[in-house]
């Protein structure tokens, strides 16, 4: 038997201190699966959820964007998708910007001083330079408007590829 | 070692469980599932690698605890001081880990996210331990708290911090506001509108951010946009966990200098000797020298 209150309180406090201690970080593989499977379920009730979506409306919201996501960029003119999943915002003055949906949120990247086109039909394949962003594709009304908008960005330092 | 953090899971998943539901009625764009798995994954993979290095970190506090003058009992006092301090403590490590591009390099993973709901909250770094953020405690056990106290008092800072990254609460009450870190508040800090960039610091109580002059109250004028400033446009969880650090990398191959070395590892995220690429401070001042806070 302890003897003094204070001992009593001191037994008391080192029982605490052990149960907080315990046995160091080890990790229990149990968790570990549980917290894997909650990650996975918790992404499929987002997806039957349907949750997402996300577009950029048309060319003037492609230009406010692109003023918002690159500081100090201002808007020229703008040309939205038509799938509204991403946009070609050219400057007042220096390289175009553009704009792709990411999630559900627009992602946004100045173009280099170089870089290279694909026209396809009515679509124009913008190669950004940044591999893990990607290239950017444009789907427009035809296969003309394709043609006027890859001469734009011939003139803003796109190289198409033959 | 207890770990509150452990036994929040179910907590965590049902709330978001309860938030996506809510996404669902109100504005489905609130969740991505693509960005929802990538959030979680790297939350998944920050478990990981905080279990790996548990040990490591725990010895070291014990190490630098025996040095303590005086060591401080399990009393609510002492619990309630710690708290606090570490409150203290975690306001000056997420300060430099925006400020300081190596600290930065480890906590973007968490702003990597361009959405902002509880699975954003879940994002979290994977190299922490690399990048030694575990020294901004130390002077906890200097003082003289166990580390076990300090580890919990930790734990249960962290598990506040999760339900303040949503958009379905507006505003807590006045007073609430006022002292405690809030959902309104923390938006600020995710938010890359020029007037909110590096504000906001605080995990659980604000009023480190009065008191040192990083507090700014959200406006329903300026909205929040989250993310980064250079938003990643990928979903690769390798790249958002190591991005930055591949970013130092190859900015001190090229530099030529140990001016620019240092530069570069310590300097503010984006800085350059250049100058030819953006901070949060040379953003602010663009967009103020366009008159962006007049109103």
């Known amino acids: 038997m302890a003897g003094s209150a204070a001992e009593r309180r001191d037994m008391r406090r080192a029982r605490r201190h052990r149960r907080l201690v315990g046995a160091g970080g080890a990790m229990n593989p149990w968790v570990l699966l549980g917290s894997l499977a909650g990650v996975l379920g918790l992404a499929a009730v987002a997806r039957l959820l349907g949750l997402g979506g996300g577009r950029i409306a048309d060319a003037a919201e492609a230009c406010r964007l692109a003023e918002a996501h690159v500081s100090g960029f201002v808007a020229g003119q703008g040309i939205a998708s038509l799938d509204g999943q991403a946009a070609l915002v050219l400057a007042a003055a220096g390289p175009p910007v553009v704009l792709k949906v990411h999630g559900a949120q627009p992602a946004a990247r100045k173009l280099p001083e170089h870089f290279r086109i694909n026209i396809v039909n009515n679509t124009i394949i913008i190669e950004t330079g940044d591999r893990p962003f990607g290239a950017v594709i444009l789907t427009l009304a035809d296969a003309a408007a394709a043609r006027d908008t890859a001469d734009i960005l011939v003139s803003s330092g796109g190289t198409p590829c033959v | ?295």
Not at chain 2, 44 to 64: C, D, E, H, I
């Open chain 2, 1 to 295: 070692m207890f770990d509150p953090i452990t036994h929040a899971v179910p907590f965590f998943i049902a709330l978001v469980l309860a938030e996506m539901l809510v996404a669902r009625l109100r504005d489905r764009r609130r969740y991505c599932p693509r960005d929802t798995l990538t959030s979680l994954m790297l939350g998944f993979g920050s478990t990981v690698a905080g279990a790996l290095s548990a040990g490591a970190v725990f010895w070291l506090a014990m190490q630098v605890w025996q040095l303590a003058p005086v060591h401080i009992p399990y009393t609510w006092w002492a619990w309630a001081l710690c708290f606090v301090l570490d409150d203290l403590a975690y306001y000056a490590f997420h300060r430099s880990a925006h400020r300081v591009r190596w600290f930065w390099a480890s906590h973007v993973i968490h702003h990597s996210s361009q959405h902002y709901n509880l699975s954003t909250a879940l994002r979290q770094t994977w190299t922490g331990f690399f990048s030694a953020a575990f020294v901004f405690r130390l002077p906890l056990f200097l003082l003289g708290f166990p580390p076990a106290m300090v580890f919990v008092c930790g734990g249960i800072n962290l598990i506040y911090q999760f339900w303040i990254h949503t958009e379905v609460i507006d505003r807590m009450p006045r007073w609430f506001e006022a002292v405690m870190n809030t959902p309104s508040h923390h938006r600020v800090h995710h938010a890359t509108n020029p007037r909110y960039l590096d504000r906001n610091y605080a995990g659980v109580f604000i009023v480190w951010d009065k008191l040192f002059g990083s507090f700014v109250a959200e406006r329903p004028d300026d909205r929040p946009r989250y993310g980064i400033v250079r938003n990643l446009g990928s979903f690769n969880i390798l790249w958002a966990a190591f991005h930055e650090w591949v970013g130092i990398a190859r900015d001190i191959v090229s530099a030529r200098g140990w001016r620019s070395h240092l530069g570069y590892l310590f300097g503010p995220p984006g800085w350059t000797p250049d100058g030819s690429r953006d901070t949060s401070d040379s953003i602010r001042a663009r967009w103020l020298a366009q008159g962006g806070g007049v109103s």
